[in-house]
């Protein structure tokens, strides 16, 4: 393995674990998904052309590994016991700052998979729309629409948490 290869690689963990948290919705998850994507590019090495696009060959992998591993788990059923679920049922943080912030996360993890990862891709990530399709496989045009009905629902969503919100600020004013 080449050392040029190998630092660009470096260059790119960054990048590469802000979207597989936004695939996961779990840290620890999307940590293991960064290092199986790393340890398939350094296996597959000789698949990469050189003077291609590194970037999008390296997130094509994780998007792929990601939805091997959605396969995998929609045929096993969910359970208590499983560490996901549960801290899904623990009690929410009554730190008031972060709402806002909490509320945006919820509205973006109810986006559809398809939104939610082309709005990563360009939004978050700053990808070129020619780029994110390139890494998904789709047309400019699907894209750009993706990223358009997403931020729709997100102003939709957020509308929504902050009437309320606002709802019952008044009423524990009544009470």
Not at 22 to 36: C, K, Y
Not at 55 to 67: E, H, Q, V
Request: charged share 25%; with cysteine; proline share 4%.
């Amino acid at each position: 393995m080449s050392a040029e290869f190998c630092d660009t690689i470096v260059s790119h963990i960054p990048a590469l674990r802000a979207y597989a948290r936004v695939l996961q919705q779990d840290r620890e998850a999307a940590d293991d998904l960064v290092q199986d994507c790393l340890a398939r590019a350094v296996e597959k090495q000789h698949l990469w052309q050189p003077g291609t696009n590194l970037k999008s060959w390296l997130f094509t992998i994780l998007r792929n590994l990601f939805i091997n591993d959605v396969r995998r788990h929609n045929r096993r059923p969910d359970t208590l016991g499983d560490p996901k679920t549960q801290s899904n049922l623990s009690q929410p943080e009554q730190q008031t700052g972060v709402t806002e912030v909490q509320e945006l996360e919820f509205a973006f993890h109810q986006l559809p998979e398809q939104h939610r990862t082309a709005l990563a891709l360009v939004v978050i990530q700053g990808m070129q729309y020619k780029e994110a399709a390139e890494i998904l496989d789709m047309p400019v045009g699907t894209i750009r629409s993706r990223i358009s009905r997403a931020r729709q629902e997100l102003r939709q969503g957020l509308d929504c948490a902050e009437e309320v919100r606002s709802r019952s600020t008044k009423k524990a004013l009544t009470e």
